[in-house]
């Protein structure tokens, strides 16, 4: 896909046990890292910049997930804007964070995924 940006945004934390020493299958724990008692953080995205460490090729031009199959619950629950769920701010947001214009309900459908919340709530941020 030609964006990406949500996965250069936010932080991407899911719950502990989707990651693969809990799960067979699930997210690499080695590409994760604890943020609290319940929850883990994909690394690279509870910092700045945030870019997550799954994330392969260049943001806005071609990219894609390292672990596509694997990803966590909240990257598979973000929705791009104006895809089959509707107006999305967060994936504006990050588009315009990364110097992308906003989708559009006009614009040509990319797939679709990803997640999150704004990385200044990282408490080690
Ligand atoms: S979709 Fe993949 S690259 Fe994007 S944030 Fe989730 S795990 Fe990282």
Not at 76 to 81: L, P, T, V
Request: aromatic residues 6%.
């Amino acid at each position: 896909m030609a964006c990406g940006a949500c996965c250069a945004a936010f932080r991407v934390s899911f719950y502990w046990r989707e990651a693969s020493d809990a799960t067979p299958g699930g997210v690499p724990v080695e590409l994760a890292e604890d943020f609290n008692q319940r929850l883990r953080v994909m690394k690279g995205t509870c910092q700045n910049p945030v870019r997550c460490a799954a994330l392969q090729g260049e943001i806005g031009v071609a990219v894609q997930c390292a672990i596509y199959d694997k990803r966590p619950s909240v990257c598979r629950e973000f929705s791009m804007a104006w895809d089959d769920r509707g107006a999305n701010p967060l994936c504006d947001t990050a588009r315009a964070m990364h110097g992308l214009p906003a989708m559009s309900p006009d614009m040509p459908k990319i797939n679709s995924d990803d997640h999150g919340r704004p990385n200044p709530l990282c408490p080690a941020a």
